[in-house]
């Protein structure tokens, strides 16, 4: 098709659709010269139209403009990188080859389950992630004993002092008959946030399950099985 045909479309935008990257990420690679349109290094700004070749660091981007997002049930034991972490496999090997150039959005470590996201949309994986659009997330949480009344309100109220910063979560009692299990909301996202910010209080947390993330659901989706979902 000709771009008579087929209106230009911004760079940047589809580069952060293809890397699963934000629009200024993308940026940064044109002003580096590390994308090329048609052979020729592509300056800020640039536009392209349907079948033109679009390289970065002199590798091919497929031209395909379908924005894909997956609601994914990690199970425990599974990381979520690309590479295998020792004998721990990654979500990838859970997953039809045909989302394998997807990225996830907010990750879960290996012995967290529950809700990821896994998209080729850089601006909504930007938007999902980054503290100053306060996505909410939910999980379950078990701990290996009994969380006492007067840390429950410390982490609630006052916050616990972790060493990037004070950490503070919204409990609420899975049962009237434990507690040790908790109903954890958060808007924040830093790394084990949860399992240190109960670390620190001298609890071990043995089951942290995400259940929901902005405005997606786990659902009924299985452990190890995901479910196409148009953007909210």
């Given at each position: 098709?000709?771009s008579?045909?087929?209106p230009?479309e911004?760079?940047n935008?589809y ?13 940064n ?5 590390a994308v ?11 536009r ?20 894909v ?5 990690k199970?425990?034991?599974?990381v979520c ?8 496999d990654?979500?990838y ?14 990750r879960l470590d290996?012995?967290?389950s529950g ?7 850089g601006?909504f994986?930007?938007q999902?992630t980054h503290?100053?659009?306060y996505?909410v997330k939910v999980y379950?949480v078990?701990?290996e004993?009994d969380?006492?009344p ?8 006052y916050?616990?002092e972790?060493e990037?910063?004070?950490?503070k ?15 954890v ?18 609890y ?5 399950h ?12 299985k452990p190890?099985e995901y479910?196409n979902?148009?953007?909210?």
């Open positions: 098709m000709t008579e045909s087929t230009e911004r760079l935008k580069l952060a659709l293809q890397l699963g990257s934000s629009r200024r990420e993308a940026d690679l044109i002003e580096q010269g090329t349109i048609n052979g020729a290094v592509a300056t800020l700004g640039a392209f139209s349907e079948g033109d070749a679009i390289a970065v660091h002199g590798k091919p981007l497929n031209t395909s403009r379908e924005l997002y997956l609601l994914f049930n199970p425990v034991g599974y990188s690309r590479r295998k972490q020792g004998d721990n990654t979500i090997t859970l997953l039809p080859s045909e989302f394998h150039n997807l990225k996830p959005v907010g290996k012995d967290s809700l990821i996201m896994l998209t080729n949309d601006d994986a930007f999902m503290p100053k659009f996505k379950q078990r701990l004993k969380l006492e007067l840390h429950q309100q410390m982490i609630s109220d916050g616990v972790l990037d910063g004070t950490s979560l919204s409990l609420e009692r899975l049962s009237d008959t434990s507690r040790k299990g908790w109903q909301t958060m808007s924040e996202g830093r790394n084990r946030q949860i399992r240190r910010t109960f670390g620190a209080l001298g071990s947390v043995t089951k942290l995400r259940t929901t993330f902005g405005n997606y659901s786990l659902g009924d989706i190890g479910k979902v148009d953007m909210l």
